[in-house]
């Protein structure tokens, strides 16, 4: 379900948008069992080529109970690459992303 406008949160730098205040709420008492892994960018982008590109949320993996998100259109969904050599591609991911967020 797409969030609303009016019922955000910035977190991390990343700014999240909820659906109700509920949900919202949830998020602010355990942000780390919520938050998708890589600030909600395509992980499989992250890991092969350390760029920040757009997801699909409907095409997710969640894996060690974090959510991975990725990229799926134009006859390219990306989880199924990742699935390919997952091991590789996260642990590159893992890296990539510190250039961008030093948490």
Do not use: H, R
């Amino acid at each position: 379900m797409k969030g609303k406008k009016e019922i955000l949160v910035s977190y991390q730098g990343v700014i999240y948008k909820f659906s109700s205040n509920e949900n919202k709420n949830a998020f602010l008492k355990s942000p780390s069992k919520y938050e998708p892994q890589y600030g909600g960018w395509c992980a499989y982008a992250m890991g092969s080529s350390g760029e920040k590109v757009e997801i699909n949320p409907e095409t997710f993996k969640i894996i060690d109970g974090k959510l991975y998100l990725f990229y799926n259109a134009y006859f390219n969904n990306t989880l199924k690459s990742w699935n390919k050599d997952e091991s590789d591609l996260k642990s590159k991911a893992d890296n990539n992303w510190k250039k961008f967020y030093k948490g």
